[in-house]
């Protein structure tokens, strides 16, 4: 028999992608990825689970346009930093 070998997700290498600040909300700040929104962090740095949080908490933030996304997006980065 082959040895029962747990996925261990820090094995993974994960990445952030920095579309999604744009496109969900989300920064990385040191080692988490963090929303901008509600300031959660994700455990684990997946397109889908960055996506589910954001449409299931954050509907309302979907209909701000570009111009004015990017401005609220690039304040509310400058409010986390502080």
């Known amino acids: 028999m082959a040895a029962n070998r747990e996925r261990k997700v820090d094995n993974e290498?994960?990445?952030?992608n920095d579309d999604?600040?744009?496109q969900y909300c989300f920064v990385q700040h040191q080692t988490n990825v963090i929303c901008l929104l509600c300031h959660l962090t994700v455990v684990v740095a997946k397109v889908s689970?960055?996506?589910r949080h954001y449409e299931t908490k954050h509907q309302d933030f979907h209909?701000?346009?570009m111009d004015e996304r990017t401005a609220r997006i690039k304040s509310l980065r400058c409010?986390?930093?502080r």
């Open 13 to 16: 290498n994960r990445q952030f």
């Open 20 to 22: 999604w600040t744009v």
């Open 49 to 51: 689970n960055i996506r």
């Open 63 to 65: 209909n701000v346009v």
């Open 79 to 81: 409010s986390l930093n």
